[in-house]
């Protein structure tokens, strides 16, 4: 267990400790409502504020001092960074993979493997693969023919990477997710659904993170590809022949179609879904569940199904919010209007 003075961690985090004569050990990270007297805690909104001054935690890391807090604070100039860096520091001790090829691991011909590469129980790598210095192939992966897999790069447990694949540097893959599955093209013919064949691969770039149960197809013809940097979340599909930029952050349970472009910097929160043969601009945002059936222009906003611009879409989930009292209203001067009418009717 890590335990560290509160003039240790300022150091560590790059804080100012106030006051700065201020004592006590830290062994954990907890959030402001689960902190006990030896928990470092955080506040970043006015409402975590209110929660801080209740906090039982030994010390609250913010951005700026918390007026009549009657507790130790780190201020920091940015609690995200600062936070990473905490929780990096308490992470739990894990053992490192241990170098080397585990005996029940089965490697084809002219595999090539880097310095202190690290290949786990059952693993299977098929002929022609080559994998770069330090890298972690974890227990149960499998990785096609002639794909190469990058240097620093982990794949976690039951990854599997398909045949022709390229996975950069520094690239984390979670545990079954699949690289380069066949996509789901397909042409009638005689009224009978025919495969296309999908003959191109799959390139993840470098610094690239792929969370768990998430699938990546290969493309038809050249490749699909992963931007370096980007970040998709546990449980997305990326379609054949889909190109995404760099630094791109892709939410839960995404959907993108074939053939669809996305540019550098996009944001797209959980369930949206994406047309395909779309084109997504530079640094768009796209809202949770939203349905994109038209091309994005660079920095737009969207929301809703079909996906609206943002400020539309707020407007039109509050005219639907109102339906019900609009409906009463209606219903009412239906009433009035029929005995109006029943009043001339009797004159």
Known sequence: MVEITLQELAARLDARLMPADAHG????????????????????????????????????????????????????????????????????????APEGVHPTALIGRAVELGQ?????????IEDGVKIGSHSIIGAGCKIGQASQIGSYTH???????????????????????TIGSIGFGYVVIDG??????????????DYAEIGANCCIDRAKFTNTIIGAGTKLDNLVQIGHNVVIGKCCLISAQVGIAGSCRIG???????????????????????????????DVPAGSKKAWTPALDQ??????????????????????????LE?????????
Request: hydrophobic share 45%; aromatic share 2%.
């Open 25 to 96: 050990i830290v062994r954990a990270i907890r959030p402001l409502d689960a902190a006990g007297p030896d928990c470092l805690s955080f506040a970043t909104t006015d409402r975590h504020h209110m929660a801080a001054k209740t906090c039982g935690a030994a010390v609250i890391l913010v951005a700026q001092p918390i007026p009549g807090l009657d507790k130790p604070q780190l201020i920091a100039a940015d609690v995200d960074v600062a936070l990473i860096k905490a929780l990096r520091l308490f992470a739990p001790p894990l053992a490192p």
């Open 311 to 336: 400020v539309q879409a707020l407007r039109v989930v509050g005219e639907i919010l109102r339906l019900p009292k609009l409906a009463s209203k209606v219903k009412e001067l239906a009433r009035r």
């Open 155 to 177: 794949l976690h447990q039951n990854v599997v990477v398909y045949h022709g694949c390229k996975i950069g540097d520094h690239v984390v893959i979670q545990a079954n997710s």
């Open 339 to 347: 005995r109006l009418e029943a009043s001339k009717d009797h004159s």
């Open 192 to 205: 009978r659904p025919e495969l296309v064949p999908h003959n191109g691969g799959v390139v993840i770039e």
């Open 264 to 294: 550098d910097g996009v944001v797209l929160a959980g369930q949206v879904g994406i047309a395909d043969n779309l084109t997504i601009g530079d640094r768009a945002m796209i809202g949770a569940q939203a349905g994109v059936m038209s």
């Open 116 to 124: 202190h590469v690290s290949i786990g129980p059952y693993v299977v």
